[in-house]
């Protein structure tokens, strides 16, 4: 499956003239323009702050159809995905395109549980933090680090080293985000078990004391790992853009995952969990949702609906859809009736659901809107929810970070602008100001 290159032409008319373009098509989706030749050829840029019109790359990895509310890894559906495999096997099939055989299924999680382990050194980054640092500040800092320890992986035209890099990756972010938890509680670090799976071992570095042994609950485990499947890769989103961005001047891959953990933070991509569950905690009771939804109507007022719209699904999103169902079961799990934060969310979610402004802007509830209550009773601080969608991302960002590697177009990404600023001016001797 390759793009189809010169099927029609685009006809676009610029002020120098009329020029014509290929279109070229994709497996699923809307065709694009090909427009690298524009400036060449017509001496001017495209103007699309915010990426709405422009596929920056082209991928085999992910499909999202926003109208339908589909989400795809590898021509797979997210939700089979999430009732059928896991984390570790949804892994192999996002970085090497295929479901694995039994053999290469097995060969891959002995590969990712040996490398589970941080060099020791790495304890030290934590002791230089405030114990009230937040675990994406140290994330950040963190995963930056380890270029700094695995020389041997960091040569991005090697695919060895590529390959090593993307597991130590994978294997160690659950042992980074666990350690950051850990340090915010004052507590020892907990070092990973091998006798764990991944997800299960990542819950035990978590709540496990060296002087209390903690029992994971299969339950638990597996819902968390649903959670990870769903936060794996979400095609070209800021963060992903970021790394392949980072990574597009030939910086390693740790260096590029640090950047791409930097960009997930903010509140409009990754942050979201974090901040609708703060919201809903303000809300705190039912009987106050008119207000806030009244707010977030108000052009004036800066507030919005946190886990409610996404740039590209216009339905409700698949991902929101399991999550839904995933935290009715941790809270069933966990012996959790009458929880009032999911009380308030799903009268919220009836509400604006129903309401003419979400309705007519279709603001649909998107993946955060349930993960923070589900992480919440699983016992994560809100500051860690976060951490957790980089440590599932990990995944998604290198399998994305290796594809622009090998794709032979790939090119240093290099925006241009529209610049509005002075036209030449000549400089004043500080004096003559
Ligand atoms: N509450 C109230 N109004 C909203 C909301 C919201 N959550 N989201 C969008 N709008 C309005 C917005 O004010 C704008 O109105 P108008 O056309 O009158 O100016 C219109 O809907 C379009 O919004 P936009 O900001 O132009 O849309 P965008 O595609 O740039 O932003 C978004 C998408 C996700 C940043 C935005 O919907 C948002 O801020 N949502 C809340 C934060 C959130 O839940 N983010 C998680 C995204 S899912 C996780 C991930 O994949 O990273």
């Known amino acids: 499956m390759n793009k189809t290159e010169k099927v029609q032409v685009a006809k676009v008319d610029t002020t120098s003239g009329e020029y ?13 323009i090909d427009i690298s030749s524009l400036y060449g050829d017509t001496g001017q840029f495209t103007y699309d702050p915010g990426f709405t019109s422009t596929a920056s790359c082209e991928s085999k990895i992910t499909y999202i159809d926003g109208e339908k509310g589909i989400l795809l890894y590898r021509g797979y559906p997210i ?26 299924y097995e060969e891959f999680e002995r590969a990712i549980t040996n490398h589970t382990m941080v060099h020791e050194q790495l304890r030290n980054f934590y002791y230089g933090f405030r114990s009230d640092a937040h675990p994406m500040a140290i994330m950040c800092g963190v995963v930056g680090a380890l270029s700094a320890f695995y020389h041997d992986s960091t040569d991005i035209n090697d695919p060895y080293q590529r390959m090593v890099a993307g597991r130590r990756l994978i294997a160690k972010m659950p042992t980074i985000a666990a350690m950051a938890f850990k340090f915010s509680l004052g507590q020892p670090f907990v ?3 091998n006798e764990l799976d991944y997800t299960a071992n990542f819950l ?7 002087a209390l042994k903690h029992k994971v609950s299969p339950t638990l485990a597996r819902a968390l790992d649903k959670i990870f499947i769903l936060h794996a890769d979400h095609e070209q989103n800021a963060s992903t853009s970021t790394v392949r961005l980072a990574s597009s001047s030939g910086a390693n891959p740790f260096a590029a995952i640090a950047a791409g953990i930097a960009c997930l933070w903010g509140p409009a991509h990754g942050g979201a969990n974090e901040a609708a569950l703060n919201m809903l905690m303000e809300i705190g009771t039912a009987d106050k949702i008119p207000e806030f939804i009244k707010r977030a109507k108000d052009k004036n ?4 609906l946190m886990g409610f719209g996404h740039r590209v699904y216009k339905n409700y999103d698949p991902r929101a859809k399991v999550m839904q169902q995933t935290c009715h079961e941790v809270l069933a799990e966990l012996g959790i009736k009458d929880d ?12 604006a659901l129903n309401d ?14 349930y993960s923070g209550i589900t992480l919440k009773a699983m016992g994560f601080p809100t500051t860690m929810f ?17 594809e622009m590697i090998e794709d032979p177009s790939q090119r240093i990404g290099r925006p241009r602008q529209l610049y509005t600023g002075y036209a030449e001016r000549t400089y004043k001797k500080r004096s003559e100001r």
């Open 301 to 304: 007022d800066p507030f919005r």
């Open 191 to 193: 070092y990973p078990d």
């Open 386 to 402: 976060t951490a957790l969608f980089a440590l599932a991302r990990t995944v998604g960002w290198v399998a994305q970070w290796n």
């Open 204 to 210: 035990n570095m978590c709540f496990a004391l060296p």
């Open 79 to 104: 939700d089979q995905l999430a009732e059928q495999s896991n984390f570790i096997e949804t892994a192999y099939l996002l970085l090497n395109g295929e479901l694995p055989s039994l053999n290469d």
């Open 20 to 32: 014509e373009f290929h279109v070229l098509d994709g497996t699923l989706g809307p065709s694009v």
């Open 356 to 369: 003419d402004y979400f309705v007519e802007k279709q603001l649909y509830p998107n993946i955060d809107f």
């Open 340 to 351: 009032p934060l999911l009380e308030v969310a799903l009268e919220l979610e009836k509400i």
